[in-house]
């Protein structure tokens, strides 16, 4: 299932935005969904994921605190951004998520389904 990164756009530091993933018409129902995103010149990193089944949720060091993931709907997640920072300036993905060795989220490695085109997040001043 490939879903469709929306939201980003530009912000101030210390600002706030919000993120959405959906899939158009079916139910989420992977084991979790992950949100990543990758910064110019940079390697792609994991950033936040939820458990559906659980709603259990794992973000990288960086955002805790300031990153919120959570099901809003059986068909879309999102990701409230708080106190955005420079450093979080990047193309943000979401995918379908299961417990594997592509990426580190949460002192847990995950692999991930298909990503669309993201959404581009740019915090500027």
């Known amino acids: 299932v490939q879903l469709q990164a929306s939201g980003g756009g530009l912000a101030q530091p210390g600002e706030s935005l919000r993120l959405s993933c959906t899939t158009s018409?079916?139910?989420?129902?992977?084991?979790?969904i992950g949100w990543i995103r990758q910064a110019p010149g940079k390697e792609r990193e994991g950033v936040s994921l939820i458990r559906l089944g659980d709603g259990r949720t794992y973000h990288r060091d960086s955002v805790k605190g300031r990153f919120t993931i959570s099901r809003e709907t059986k068909n879309t997640v999102s990701l409230q951004m708080n106190n955005l920072k420079f450093e979080d300036t990047a193309v943000y993905y979401c995918?379908?998520?299961?417990?594997?060795?592509?990426?580190?989220?949460?002192?847990?490695?995950?692999?991930?389904?298909?990503w669309g085109l993201g959404t581009l997040v740019t915090v500027s001043s």
């Open positions: 995918a379908t998520a299961n417990y594997g060795s592509t990426l580190e989220i949460g002192d847990w490695w995950w692999d991930f389904g298909p």
């Open positions: 018409g079916s139910t989420l129902d992977s084991y979790a």
